[in-house]
């Protein structure tokens, strides 16, 4: 079945129940998911940990498949992992025996680019996320700010048209992850990629998303979509600002209050 899909990204009653080792029971991870997501949204998911989050950008990816329903990209079902999407991880999945370049490199020469116009797109990429003047380093000489940077130029490089990111900056320090979400907003609208962008910081979600929804508690479920109609850069300052955080909290409290009675 194929529902009617409106997004860039159509999600239609997807569900992904993990089986029990014995075969009995199980873990409902996601129920009854409807997404939207449209070309050129910073859609933001925001959850509490163990919600589901993961498992969605997974069937997403294409790298785990939905135990009931579906998810559409561009109306086809997606089944496989494929080049229109770009994922980046919390840990940075580098080739920690290549340098910078060839990590950026890395997807274009396995797809057939020819040497000279792959690193002509290298160093577009590796300018563009801030990086001129690493390409000779290798991923241990970076802090981990400088690895996310990698990893994100070398997802662009691929041009994906759609970018999933499973909270890339939850395991920086706050400073850098502060930095790294301005600099993620400044190269997103550069590039003018549609992003699918998971945290559990309500404070990030809101900095970054032109929408974000709010999880429920497992089995997770769209609790609610809040529109961020602030321009960027954002100033978490104000009261605008503030409002949407206290609202978002509100929403997130009452799911880790009913996971700690489950
Ligand atoms: N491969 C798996 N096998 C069994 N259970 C899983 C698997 N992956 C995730 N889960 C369970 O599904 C739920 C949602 O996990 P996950 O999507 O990783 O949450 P989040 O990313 O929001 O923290 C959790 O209860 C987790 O233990
Ligand atoms: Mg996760």
Redesign the pocket.
Known sequence: MTGAASGKIAIRGLRKV?ADRGGRGG?V?LDGIDLDVQEGEFFCLL?P???????LLNILAGFDQPTGGEALLDGRRISAPGPDRGVVFQEYALFPWLSVMDNVMFGLIETGTPRPKARETAEQYIALTGLRGFEKSLPHQLSGGMRQRVSLARVLANSPEILLLDEPFAALDAQTRLLMQRELIKIIQSVGKTCFFITHSIDEAIFLGTRVAIMTA?P?RIKKILEVTLPYLRDVTSSEFNALKREALKLIEEEVEAAGRQ
């Open positions: 993990f873990t991870a959850g940990s163990g919600c589901g989050k993961t498992t497992r997770g």
